[in-house]
């Protein structure tokens, strides 16, 4: 791969961005990444940089642009948040051009090194090439290995390089034959946006697995993973690209391409538990009526005598709005969160932490003292998260602390693009419900069911065993797709029976 211009690649700090080791932020999931592109915009790198900070939950560790002026290709890539980069206008200046495409990572696979963000691009015979990738390849390792093998020099350690490696090896004459041919080859979740010097082009997985949406800014085609990136430039929401289409925008207009056999769609459930921000629609639903629902459902399942329902901010709170609006149980903001610590915050020292700061949550004692409360949080990984709210409940003088899941017991580890631990990190994977009601030392504990689940995304039977319409696999350990790096021979988890409530 080579840098597309003299400016490309303006590098940040080589040991990636400054951690702020939040007291309550040790736990959380992390998606891998949000991908952005738009075409024929004479502002194409501006309103992509705008596109871009409206996904920032999708990745914050690092950020990038890659743009077409009709003759040169221009890039931006760095460490850090979209807005500490994009920001400023020299940045902006130097990527000229009316088409473009964006990225925000956090990385699953490959370190946190600059090599690795992308946009990655190279310069293949027939002209520059760079794309962006949402998701996760499930034989990357495989396909890596045989590319090296066969002479292939690698310049990153993702695994979207491997696409790279293969639209460049491809014999087809045409790019979206050769586009196609390598997509031909991988397996896994993919939600692509790429850029050559004709086309924009955007891909997604047969399976739908990530989201990709199509929107339109003045009659020019935007391509983004979540609708809110429409919603913060004004552009319109036209539609979801379809599991297995391929699209293609250039001055002849747009063309799609379906060249995979049709398979029923299973875009991945999680999106609505807490990856997409709740003013996306996604799959034609509203994120915040879904987690409001979950809460409701929840509700419904497990109500145990409380005088406060209590949000674990931020993405516990619309399902603890649905559990309060279902029960009839007041609302109460019982953490409040300080937005304004960054992330160049100056560390505190290990002694300083160990005197319990809170830099980021705090217990609102005027809501919970002398209260039973219920807290609502979104999902359960590792459970230290928990742990530690449970305390600063009961230290700020709640006198009964009850703990739900708006999800499911997480049982098995994501290969699709997700930071979810191995199932020895999983803390449902490993321990009864009693058991880890103890850990986290909540009076009472229970999960959404994951018939309730599908209940509240509209399926009164629940969950179809034979049909399951979601990727519901770190729940049901039901692997959509082959996982050809993977063992798919591990001893399965121990079966628990979790959908009755601990106390
Ligand atoms: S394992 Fe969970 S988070 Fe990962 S794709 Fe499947 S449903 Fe989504």
Redesign the pocket.
């Known amino acids: 791969m080579q840098s597309p211009s003299d400016h490309a690649e303006q590098l940040g700090p080589d040991s990636g961005p400054i951690e702020l080791q939040d007291d309550l932020e040790g736990d959380t999931?992390r998606e891998e990444c949000g991908v952005f592109g738009i075409f024929g915009h004479p502002e194409a790198a501006a309103i992509t940089a705008l596109g871009l900070h409206a996904l920032q939950h999708r990745g914050q560790e690092a950020c990038g642009i890659v743009t077409f002026d009709g003759s040169r290709f221009h890039s931006e890539r760095r460490l850090g948040l979209v807005g500490d980069t994009f920001s400023r206008r020299e940045v902006i200046e130097r990527l000229p051009g009316t088409v473009a495409v964006g990225h925000v990572r956090y990385s699953t696979t490959g370190a946190t090194i600059l090599r690795n963000v992308q946009p990655l691009f190279a310069e293949l015979n027939a002209g520059g090439f760079a794309v962006g990738h949402n998701g996760n390849l499930t034989n990357g390792l495989s396909l890596r290995r045989e590319l090296v093998r066969n002479g292939a020099m690698m310049q990153s350690t993702t695994d979207t390089e491997v696409i790279l490696h293969l639209v460049a090896q491809s014999k087809r004459s045409h790019f979206v034959d050769r586009f196609i041919e390598a997509l031909r080859a991988i397996e896994g979740?993919y939600s692509l946006v790429a850029l050559t010097n004709k086309k924009l082009v955007g891909a997604r997985d047969p399976l739908g697995?990530?989201p990709l949406v199509l929107g339109d800014l003045d009659g020019r085609p935007i391509l983004t993973s979540e609708t809110c990136a429409l919603d913060m430039i004004g552009a319109k929401y036209v539609r979801d690209i379809e599991p297995g289409e391929i699209i293609v925008f250039d001055e002849e207009g747009a063309h799609t391409h379906k060249p995979f056999p049709p398979k029923p769609p299973?875009p991945?459930?999680?999106?609505y538990?807490y990856?997409s921000r709740p003013d996306s629609i996604v799959g034609g639903r509203s994120v915040y009526e879904v987690r409001k629902a979950f809460g409701a459902q929840l509700a419904r399942e497990s109500h145990p005598d409380i005088d406060v329902v209590v949000p674990v901010p931020d993405s516990g709170v619309p399902a603890a709005v649905g559990y309060s609006q279902y029960s009839g149980v007041p609302f109460e903001l019982g953490i409040i969160r300080n937005h304004y610590v960054g992330r160049t915050f100056i560390q505190p020292t290990q002694s300083v932490r160990e005197l319990g700061v809170r830099m980021k949550h705090s217990a609102n004692r005027a809501a919970i003292e002398g209260k039973r409360i219920i807290l609502i949080d979104d999902s359960l990984v590792r459970g230290t998260t928990s742990k530690k709210i449970v305390r600063m409940m009961r230290d700020a003088g709640a006198r009964e602390v009850h703990f739900r899941l708006a999800s499911p017991p997480?049982l098995?580890?994501?290969?699709?693009?997700?930071d979810?631990p191995d199932r020895g990190g999983l803390l449902a994977a490993t321990h009864t419900l009693e058991e880890m009601r103890e850990i986290i030392g909540a009076d009472s504990l229970a999960f959404l069911s994951i018939d309730g689940m599908y209940r509240a995304m509209g399926y009164p039977g629940g969950r179809d065993p034979a049909n399951p319409k979601?990727?519901?696999?770190?729940?049901t350990g039901a692997?959509?797709t082959h996982l050809t790096d993977h063992s798919e021979t591990e001893p399965q988890p121990r079966q628990l029976s979790l959908l009755a409530e601990a106390s």
């Open positions: 999931l979740a697995i990530r299973r991945c459930i999680f999106e538990i990856f997480i098995y580890p994501d290969y699709y693009g997700i979810l979601f990727a519901d696999h770190c729940f692997y959509p």
